[in-house]
């Protein structure tokens, strides 16, 4: 499979947020979101086969923990990289897949926790996410909207009540987008929308979503990649 980068650091989202993980950064990505911080993944990276990645993984975190698969896109990669979560659930890892529903998710092993990323009007991928995927979604998975302005936010909170999500699945997030040109300060003038202007809509709405905060871009610089 193609791979961009294989790195150890801290989960910066979803609810495994704070917590030492493997992420293992598959190239290539069949969207274009307006707010992408992972354009670098697009073109390039090298050809690894499922052992080595397995071998890295095991190298980084040899006592288990988190592994993410992400990208990019990395049910572009569905041939090769279904086999690599088979094996990492093997070895005991909790796997984390990171993907935007585009592609199909029904060969995803069920013990995969997935991170659903449905894009929204701003992001200028709207309408990509596989209702069917829908279906596919259990208990231990995660839904993810990232916002940058009201209507962004107006479409998460409607098909999270629509698609009754918040009783599909672990948690339902809604995060701001982040400036993809950030550097410097940690902290969030970087954000798309400001947190506190939609933690307000979330309270007035009594949305059934949780909001969440890149951590990442707080704790190191957000021009950093590899964290
Ligand atoms: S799906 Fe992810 S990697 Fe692809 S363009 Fe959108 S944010 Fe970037």
Partial sequence: MQITEIYKSLQGESTYAGLPCVFVRLTGCNLRC???????TFQGGHKMAVEEVRNEVRHLSPLGGLVEITGGEP????RE???????????????LLETSGERPL??????????????CP????????RMENLETLASRDEIKFVL?????YEFARDFT??????ERVNAVLFSPAFSKDAA?????????????????????????ARLGLQLHKFIWDPALKGV
């Fill in 34 to 40: 307006s707010w992408c911080d992972s354009e670098y």
């Fill in 75 to 78: 049910m572009l990669q569905e």
């Fill in 81 to 95: 990289v279904v086999p690599l979560m088979q094996r990492l659930l093997e070895d005991s890892y909790t796997v």
């Fill in 106 to 119: 029904e060969r995803v092993p069920a013990a995969v926790i997935k991170i659903v990323d449905v894009k």
């Fill in 122 to 129: 701003n992001s200028g991928e709207a309408d990509t996410f």
């Fill in 148 to 152: 940058s302005g009201r209507a962004d």
């Fill in 161 to 166: 009540e629509r698609h009754r999500l918040a």
């Fill in 184 to 208: 410097g300060a940690r902290d969030s003038s970087h954000c798309l929308l400001d947190p506190q202007e939609l933690a307000e809509w979330m309270i007035a709405d009594n949305v059934r």
